[in-house]
């Protein structure tokens, strides 16, 4: 099994979209960065994946998705009225995919970025690489326990 972060604004779509989308799942669809493609094609069936809400207040970590299919053709990028089209890409050759994800828990405060920072264990933690972009992006295992254990320790202080 392997470890994955994919950022989402929650303005665009939340956790909570997440939660309320049939089978509290969903296609991760619009990725239009090459690498960010690319990791999601390394992506399996039962990847666990940090749902990271970006251009939030605060930003960071709000849950844990799983992956529930594996990369396939991304059909926004072939419909000219969808904001992700992309003339390039064709049903023959399909520049961009997507993979489907399914909500498994939904934190209850969210792990801010400042937070990750403050965390031995994470200084090289692709997320908080100065100058890192990427929507999706690969999670050590030993990062994504850190991680975990934050999780698990907000949860218990609240409650208290």
């Known amino acids: 099994m392997k470890y994955w972060l994919m950022k989402s604004e929650p303005g665009s779509f939340s956790i909570d979209d997440l939660k309320r989308a049939p089978k509290k799942t969903t296609c991760w669809d ?3 960065n090459y690498q960010a493609r690319n990791f999601m094609r390394e992506m ?4 666990q994946v940090f749902y ?3 251009s939030a207040e605060p930003t960071g ?4 998705a799983e992956v529930s299919r594996k990369a396939y053709p991304d059909h926004t990028a072939l419909d000219p009225k969808d904001h992700h089209f992309d003339p390039k ?13 399914k909500l498994v828990r939904v934190f209850p405060d969210t792990i801010t970025l400042d937070e990750l920072r403050s965390h031995a264990g994470l200084e090289n933690m692709e997320l908080l690489r100065k100058g890192s972009r990427l929507s999706v992006q690969p ?21 208290k």
């Not at 890409?89 to 994800?101: A, C, H, L, Q, R």
């Not at 999670?139 to 409650?159: D, F, G, S, Y």
């Open 44 to 47: 399996e069936k039962g990847d």
């Open 30 to 32: 619009g990725v239009r």
């Open 61 to 64: 970590i709000v849950g844990i």
């Open 52 to 54: 990271y809400h970006s």
């Open 139 to 159: 999670v050590k295992p030993e990062e994504w326990q850190i991680i975990l254990k934050i999780a698990e320790k907000k949860e218990k202080a609240k409650t």
């Open 89 to 101: 890409s064709t049903p023959e050759n399909p520049i961009w995919e997507m993979v489907d994800i």
